[in-house]
C-alpha cells in the first residue's frame, strides 16, 4: 500500500515538473504527459485495487467478528467452557489482530489504531496463545481425544459448535514442535494434512505441513513413514530445502537398520492414518499418570457394591450447633476411609455470585510452594487464577467462614483466608498434598522446607472445598491412592482430614483437580489448620487415629 502511495506521489510529482516546465509551448514534451497520465492512471487503479482489497479484507473481519462477538458476548463464560473457543481466543487477540493492525497501519486509520493501542496491553502474548494451545493438547492425553474430535468441536457438553483450520492445527502442530514435542507435532500436523487433502482451503503450503510431519514422525522413531511422507513432499516439492537430504538420510538409516539385523527389506510404511495410539506417549514425572487420567475419565474407580453400603446420608446439625439446629446440613458420604463427606446447599446462588465478584478483580496465576526452596512460584501442573478474600471484606465471606467452623466444628480463626479459584482453559491441579509434608515424616524421601513455619499455625489440619460451579465436562477432584471421583455439583462442599490425630500426614488425601475439558470451574476452598483445635479434634497416639 505504502508502494503504491509512494507511486502515485511520485507520478503527481513528475507531472507538476513536468507543468512547471511549460511543456504546453512544446507538442513534443506534451506527448510525455500523454504517457506520464497513462502511469498516473495505472498507478492510480493500482492503488485503488490495493485500497479495495484491503477494505474487503476488513468487511470479511468485521462480518466474521461481528457475529463471532454476538455469540460470545451473550454467554461470555459458556462461550469460554469451549477449550477450542478459548484457545482460537487466544490466538486471534495475540495473532490474527496483529495482522489487522498491520493491514490498517499501510494506510493509517488514527482511530482504529490508537483504539488498538490502548487495548493492547490487555491482549494475550505469545506465551498465553502456547499455553493455550498446550492446553488442547493437556485435554486431548487426559481424556484420549484425537485431533479430529478437536477440529470438528465434537468434545462432550460443548453447547458450541466450533471448528479448527488447517491452520489452527498447523499452528498446533508447530507449538508442540517448538517444544520438542514430536507426539503431539505429528498429530496435529497429521490433522491438518487430512484437512487439506479433503480440500480445505489454507494459507499455509502443504510442503509445510509435509515437512514437519515427516520430520516428527522421523524423530518418533517410525522411519518407513518418515521416509514416505518425505518422498511425497520431494514429489511435491524437487526443490525444497531440507526434504532431499532428509530423504537420503532417512534412506540410509534404513539401510543401516537392514544390514544389522540381516534383513532385506523392511516392512512398508503403514497405510493406516496416524491415531492417538499409534506412537507410544513419552513418559514424564508424575508416577501416577495413568491412574490419574483415567479417573479424570470416569475409569478405575474403586467404587464396589461394599464399599458403597457402607456409604450414607443424614442431617448434621454440628454437634447441635445453634445456627444447625432448625436447618441441619445434608451430609453425604463419598468415602468411607479416608471419610471424605459432602454436604449439599453449602452455599447459596447469591452467596456464590457475591463471591465471585469480589475475586475476580483480583484474580492472579495460582501458585505452588517449590519443594526445594520453599518459595511459591508458577507451575504448568498447576493451571488455574486465584484470590484470597478476608472476611472483614463483606458480611457473605464472614458468614461462609462461620459456616464452615459451625459444619466442621473446628476453629476458622487460625485458618488461611477463603481461597477462590477459577481455572481456565484445560486448568488443573496435578497430584499434590494439601499439607506439608515435615521433615521428620518418615515418608518424606528428601528434605522439604516446612511450608507453613512462618504463619505459626501449625499444618493444614483438614481441607474444606465448596464447589460454585457445575462443569459441563471434566474437572473432577481424584484421589488416586484409593481411586475416588468427586464431580462438582454446585452449591455443595467436600470435606476431609488431612492429618491423622496424631498429626501426621494422611499420604492417601494426596488428590488432584482433573483438567476442565468443557465449562468453567470455580471453586473456593478453607484449609483448617492445627491450632486452635487442641480440644475440638484431641490427638491421638496412632495414625490410625
Same mark, same amino acid.
Given at each position: 500500500m505504502q508502494s503504491c502511495s509512494a507511486i502515485l506521489v511520485f507520478v503527481l510529482c513528475c507531472l507538476c515538473q513536468t507543468t512547471d516546465a511549460e511543456v504546453f509551448t512544446s507538442i513534443g514534451q506534451m506527448t510525455d504527459l500523454i504517457f506520464t497520465e497513462r502511469e498516473l492512471v495505472q498507478s492510480l487503479k493500482?492503488?485503488?485495487?490495493?485500497?479495495?482489497?484491503?477494505?474487503?479484507?476488513?468487511?470479511?473481519?468485521?462480518?466474521?467478528?461481528?457475529?463471532?462477538?454476538?455469540?460470545?458476548?451473550?454467554? $461470555?463464560?459458556?462461550?469460554?467452557?469451549?477449550?477450542?473457543?478459548?484457545?482460537?481466543?487466544?490466538?486471534?487477540?495475540?495473532?490474527?489482530?496483529?495482522?489487522?493492525?498491520?493491514?490498517?497501519?499501510?494506510?493509517?486509520?488514527?482511530?482504529?489504531?490508537?483504539?488498538?493501542?490502548?487495548?493492547?496491553?490487555?491482549?494475550?502474548?505469545?506465551?498465553? +496463545?502456547?499455553?493455550?494451545?498446550?492446553?488442547?493438547?493437556?485435554?486431548?492425553d487426559t481424556y484420549k481425544l484425537d485431533s479430529e474430535s478437536f477440529s470438528k468441536g465434537k468434545l462432550p457438553g460443548g453447547r458450541y459448535n466450533t471448528h479448527l483450520t488447517v491452520d489452527d492445527c498447523y499452528d498446533m502442530g508447530k507449538t508442540a514442535y517448538n517444544e520438542v514435542d514430536?507426539?503431539?507435532?505429528?498429530?496435529?500436523?497429521?490433522?491438518?494434512?487430512?484437512?487439506?487433502?479433503?480440500?480445505? +482451503?489454507?494459507?499455509?503450503?502443504?510442503?509445510?505441513?509435509?515437512?514437519?510431519?515427516?520430520?516428527?514422525?522421523?524423530?518418533?522413531?517410525?522411519?518407513?513413514?518418515?521416509?514416505?511422507?518425505?518422498?511425497?513432499?520431494?514429489s511435491m516439492d524437487p526443490g525444497h530445502q531440507r526434504?532431499?537430504?532428509?530423504?537420503?538420510?532417512?534412506?540410509?538409516?534404513?539401510?543401516?537398520?537392514?544390514?544389522?539385523?540381516?534383513?532385506?527389506?523392511?516392512?512398508?510404511?503403514? +497405510?493406516? $492414518?496416524?491415531?492417538?495410539d499409534t506412537y507410544e506417549r513419552p513418559r514424564d514425572y508424575l508416577p501416577e499418570r495413568e491412574i490419574y487420567e483415567g479417573l479424570c475419565r470416569g475409569e478405575g474407580v474403586k467404587m464396589t457394591e461394599r464399599k458403597r453400603s457402607r456409604l450414607f446420608c443424614r442431617y448434621h446439625d454440628g454437634n447441635r450447633n445453634p445456627r444447625l439446629l432448625f436447618k441441619p446440613m445434608l451430609e453425604e458420604d463419598e468415602w468411607d476411609s479416608p471419610h471424605i463427606v459432602r454436604y449439599l446447599n453449602a452455599l447459596s446462588h447469591e452467596e456464590i455470585e457475591k463471591i465471585k465478584e469480589i475475586a475476580k478483580p483480583r484474580l492472579a496465576r495460582a501458585t505452588v510452594r517449590d519443594p526445594k526452596t520453599g518459595?511459591?512460584?508458577?507451575?504448568?501442573?498447576?493451571?488455574?487464577?486465584?484470590?484470597?478474600?478476608?472476611?472483614?471484606?463483606?458480611?457473605?465471606?464472614?458468614?461462609v467462614n462461620q459456616r464452615i467452623e459451625d459444619i466442621t466444628g473446628l476453629t476458622v480463626k487460625t485458618a488461611e483466608l477463603l481461597q477462590v479459584a477459577n481455572y481456565g482453559v484445560g486448568g488443573q491441579y496435578e497430584p499434590h498434598f494439601d499439607f506439608s509434608r515435615r521433615p521428620f515424616d518418615s515418608n518424606l524421601k528428601k528434605d522439604e522446607p516446612d511450608a507453613f513455619k512462618t504463619l505459626g499455625t501449625g499444618n493444614r489440619v483438614a481441607t474444606f472445598l465448596n464447589y460454585m460451579t457445575d462443569v459441563d465436562a471434566g474437572g473432577a477432584t481424584v484421589f488416586p491412592d484409593f481411586g475416588a471421583v468427586i464431580w462438582p455439583r454446585k452449591g455443595t462442599a467436600v470435606f476431609w482430614y488431612n492429618l491423622f490425630r496424631s498429626?501426621?500426614?494422611?499420604?492417601?488425601?494426596?488428590?488432584?483437580?482433573?483438567?476442565?475439558?468443557?465449562g468453567s470451574k470455580w471453586?473456593?476452598?478453607?484449609?483448617?489448620?492445627?491450632?486452635?483445635?487442641?480440644?475440638?479434634?484431641?490427638?491421638?497416639?496412632? +495414625?490410625?487415629?
Open positions: 493500482e492503488y485503488i485495487k490495493a485500497e479495495e482489497s484491503k477494505l474487503a479484507a476488513v468487511k470479511s473481519w468485521a462480518s466474521k467478528l461481528d457475529a463471532l462477538t454476538r455469540a460470545s458476548t451473550s454467554d $461470555p463464560e459458556g462461550f469460554l467452557s469451549h477449550p477450542v473457543n478459548a484457545y482460537k481466543l487466544m490466538k486471534r487477540l495475540n495473532t490474527e489482530w496483529s495482522a489487522l493492525e498491520s493491514l490498517v497501519l499501510e494506510d493509517p486509520s488514527d482511530g482504529f489504531i490508537s483504539n488498538i493501542s490502548v487495548h493492547r496491553q490487555y491482549f494475550p502474548d505469545e506465551e498465553d +496463545e502456547k499455553g493455550a494451545a498446550k492446553a488442547l493438547m493437556r485435554l486431548q514430536y507426539y503431539h507435532a505429528v498429530l496435529w500436523m497429521q490433522q491438518a494434512l487430512r484437512q487439506v487433502d479433503a480440500g480445505e +482451503e489454507a494459507d499455509v503450503p502443504k510442503s509445510d505441513i509435509l515437512d514437519y510431519l515427516s520430520y516428527s514422525v522421523y524423530q518418533m522413531g517410525d522411519l518407513p513413514r518418515a521416509i514416505e511422507l518425505t518422498r511425497r513432499l520431494v526434504a532431499g537430504s532428509n530423504l537420503r538420510y532417512f534412506e540410509k538409516l534404513l539401510a543401516k537398520e537392514l544390514s544389522e539385523t540381516a534383513e532385506t527389506t523392511k516392512a512398508p510404511a503403514s +497405510e493406516q $492414518p496416524i491415531q492417538l518459595i511459591l512460584t508458577t507451575a504448568s501442573y498447576r493451571v488455574s487464577k486465584s484470590a484470597w478474600l478476608e472476611g472483614e471484606e463483606d458480611p457473605v465471606i464472614e458468614r498429626g501426621e500426614g494422611d499420604y492417601r488425601t494426596r488428590h488432584a483437580a482433573c483438567p476442565v475439558l468443557v471453586v473456593s476452598n478453607k484449609w483448617i489448620h492445627e491450632r486452635g483445635q487442641e480440644f475440638r479434634r484431641p490427638c491421638g497416639l496412632s +495414625e490410625g487415629d
